[in-house]
């Protein structure tokens, strides 16, 4: 499953890529009993998106540095990076609170063995 696709082509591609190298190493796609089933998912990410224990494979791409919501307004800037520290300590809070919720709905998500591969934008 991607998750933040957005209009999901990009999502294809990756999961064609993920096929092919799990077909590499495993024999999974040659057994016709087993289901196997590629999915963009068109929730918001910051909720469960699907069946706890169902999900094989999980991908996020440069859609993680959006929030939620808005914590608060900034003053004369329109970037959290140069706002005050107060205002900077909301959107602190928010992406921890945020980042959070993505993790907990994930790990609720995955398969024991499962894999969630994670790919955004961070200062440090």
Same mark, same amino acid.
């Given at each position: 499953?991607?998750?933040?696709?957005?209009? @999901?082509?990009?999502?294809?591609? =990756?999961?064609?890529?993920?096929?092919?190298?799990? @077909?590499?190493?495993?024999?999974?796609?040659?057994? *016709?009993?087993?289901?196997?089933? @590629?999915? =963009?998912?068109?929730?918001?990410?910051?909720?469960? &998106?699907?069946?706890?224990?169902?999900?094989?494979?999980?991908?996020? +791409? =440069?859609?993680?540095?959006?929030?939620? &919501?808005?914590?608060?307004?900034? +003053?004369?800037?329109?970037?959290?990076?140069? &706002? +005050?520290?107060?205002?900077?300590?909301? %959107? *602190?809070?928010? =992406?921890?609170?945020?980042?959070?919720?993505?993790?907990?709905?994930?790990?609720?998500? !995955?398969?024991?063995?499962?894999?969630?591969?994670?790919? %955004?934008? &961070? !200062?440090?």
């Amino acid at each position: 499953a991607d998750f933040g696709s957005s209009h @999901g082509l990009n999502s294809m591609y =990756a999961m064609k890529i993920y096929q092919r190298i799990i @077909g590499q190493y495993s024999s999974i796609y040659s057994i *016709k009993t087993i289901a196997i089933f @590629g999915l =963009a998912n068109g929730r918001s990410f910051y909720e469960q &998106c699907l069946t706890s224990n169902s999900l094989s494979v999980g991908y996020s +791409s =440069a859609s993680l540095q959006w929030m939620s &919501c808005k914590p608060c307004n900034i +003053s004369n800037y329109c970037a959290s990076l140069f &706002c +005050s520290n107060d205002e900077y300590d909301k %959107f *602190k809070q928010q =992406a921890h609170l945020d980042y959070s919720k993505f993790l907990e709905y994930r790990s609720n998500e !995955l398969i024991p063995s499962g894999v969630l591969i994670l790919c %955004f934008p &961070c !200062l440090n």
